[in-house]
C-alpha cells in the first residue's frame, strides 16, 4: 500500500507532497482508496462533503468504531502526516482478519476530505462540515490563490458543492472514532517508546494580519517620507516570536503576500498570516492580543495601518477519558503506554465534540513534520498497526 500511495503527488524537485484538495494528486489519492476498500470487499461511499469510507459491517446499526486520517497535504509536507493513519487502517483490518477475530460492531475506515487547508486557507473542512462546524455558505465561498472558489473546484472534481454542510445523521452511526497519526514532535522519541496515546490537542487558529502602507520607488524615496509596510510586518514577526517564548507557547508567520511584489518598490500591503498554539485558551488569547498590539504600536511609527482578522480558530480537545483510558489499558500490558499531548490540529479534535475520539501516535525521530524530512522507521510504522489493530479488537469485537 505504502509503495502504490508513495508517488502521488510528489514534487521531483522538493522531494516534497503537494496534495491539494480537489486537485488530480487528490483524485489520485481516492482513487486508491477506493481500490483499497473494494479489494477488501468493504462497502465504499463518498459522504455529502467528500469525505470517503469503507465499511465492514452495517453503517445503518450503529456504534460504529471508525479509524483513519487524511490523505491530503501542505506544500511540500511530508509523506507520512495523514496517510499513515490511513495505511494503517487498512492495515489493521487486515490483521484483525488474519487473527479471525470477529467484529460485534461496525467498523470504518475513512479519509477526511481537506484536512490540512493547503489549497483554501481553512484546515479540516471535511471534517468541519461534517459536525456543523463550517456552515455550506461559507464554505463554497473559499477561494484559492487563483481565485478558484471551493465550490468550482469540487464541481470539476465531480463532487456535488450544493449538497454540502452538516451530517448528523452520519455522525449519529459513530460510536467511537479512533485516529493513527505520526507523532509531529520528539516526545515518543526522547522516551524511546514507538507508540503512544493522545491526552489533549492545544488550542490553535489562524490570524490574517494586513498592513497598509503606501507603494513608492525604492531608489528615491527618502527614509523619512517612507510609509513601509514591510518594516511593520517585520518587527511584528520577531514580536510574535518574543512574545510567544515568554508564554510558553507558540507563534509562527509562515505566509506571506506581498504588493505590488516588486524588487525596486517600497510595497503598498503585506498580508501575513499568524500560527498560534498554546496549552490553554487563555494564555493564547494573551499571546495573540500582545503580538497585535506590538503590530499596532509599530504602524503608528511606520505611518503604516494595521488590521486583524481571525480565520480559524479551535478550542482546546480533552479526548474523551474514558476512551482515552481504554486505549491506554489495552496498550499498556506490558508497561505504561506514555500518553501526551499535542500542538497539531486533527480531523479527531473537530470531531471529538460530537462523537467519542481519540488518537494513537507513531515515534517520529527526528520530530520534523510538515517537511520531506518527515519520517517514522517500518518498525515503528508497523507498531502502530499493530497497537490500532489491538485497539480495534478491544472496542469493536470483546
Not at 482478519?97 to 487547508?117: H, I, K, Q, T, Y
Not at 497519526?181 to 490574517?208: M, N, T, Y
Not at 518587527?235 to 503576500?257: E, H, M, S
Not at 506490558?334 to 462523537?355: E, K, Q
Request: aromatic content about 6%.
Amino acid at each position: 500500500m505504502w509503495r502504490e500511495l508513495a508517488p502521488i503527488g510528489r514534487h521531483t524537485g522538493s522531494g516534497g507532497y503537494r496534495r491539494y484538495a480537489w486537485t488530480p494528486a487528490d483524485a489520485d489519492c481516492r482513487a486508491w482508496f477506493r481500490a483499497q476498500a473494494e479489494d477488501r470487499g468493504l462497502a465504499y461511499e463518498t459522504d455529502r462533503n467528500g469525505n470517503q469510507w469503507a465499511w465492514l459491517g452495517d453503517p445503518a446499526a450503529g456504534d460504529a468504531v471508525v479509524t483513519g486520517s487524511h490523505l491530503d497535504s501542505v506544500p511540500d509536507g511530508g509523506a507520512f502526516d495523514g496517510p499513515l493513519g490511513v495505511v494503517s487502517s487498512f492495515a489493521a483490518l487486515d490483521e484483525l482478519r488474519a487473527r479471525g477475530a470477529r467484529p460485534r460492531r461496525p467498523l470504518a475506515v475513512v479519509n477526511f476530505v481537506d484536512e490540512e487547508g493547503a489549497r483554501f486557507g481553512l484546515a479540516c473542512v471535511g471534517s468541519r462540515l461534517t459536525a456543523g462546524q463550517l456552515t455550506a455558505q461559507d464554505a463554497r465561498a473559499l477561494v484559492d490563490a487563483d481565485g478558484v472558489s471551493l465550490a468550482h473546484a469540487m464541481e470539476k472534481a465531480g463532487q456535488d458543492p450544493d449538497a454540502i454542510g452538516a451530517d448528523p445523521e452520519r455522525l449519529a452511526r459513530v460510536g467511537a472514532f479512533v485516529e493513527l497519526h505520526v507523532e509531529q514532535g520528539r516526545a515518543l522519541d526522547l522516551l524511546d517508546r514507538p507508540v503512544g496515546v493522545a491526552s489533549a490537542i492545544w488550542p490553535h487558529g489562524r490570524w490574517r494580519f494586513d498592513f497598509r502602507g503606501e507603494a513608492n520607488h525604492a531608489g528615491t524615496t527618502r527614509i523619512e517620507d517612507r510609509r513601509d509596510p514591510m518594516l511593520t510586518y517585520a518587527t511584528t514577526v520577531l514580536a510574535a516570536r518574543k512574545k510567544a517564548r515568554l508564554a510558553g507557547a507558540l507563534a509562527t508567520f509562515g505566509k506571506v503576500a506581498v504588493e505590488p511584489n516588486g524588487v525596486n518598490a517600497i510595497a503598498s500591503q503585506v498580508r501575513g498570516w499568524l500560527d498560534s498554539r498554546a496549552a490553554d485558551e487563555g494564555t493564547l488569547a494573551e499571546v495573540v492580543t500582545a503580538i497585535e498590539q506590538a503590530a499596532r504600536e509599530r504602524g503608528a511609527r511606520d505611518g503604516v495601518e494595521v488590521s486583524v482578522v481571525r480565520e480559524s480558530f479551535t478550542p482546546v480537545v480533552e479526548f474523551a477519558h474514558e476512551l482515552r483510558d481504554t486505549l491506554a489499558a489495552l496498550l499498556g500490558a506490558g508497561a505504561p503506554v506514555p500518553v501526551l499531548p499535542t500542538g497539531a490540529g486533527h480531523d479527531a479534535g473537530i470531531l471529538s465534540a460530537a462523537v467519542p475520539t481519540a488518537m494513537l501516535f507513531v515515534r517520529n525521530p527526528s520530530g520534523v513534520s510538515h517537511s520531506p524530512a518527515e519520517s517514522a522507521a517500518e518498525d515503528d510504522c508497523l507498531a502502530g498497526v499493530s497497537a490500532l489493530a489491538d485497539v480495534l479488537e478491544g472496542l469493536a469485537c470483546r
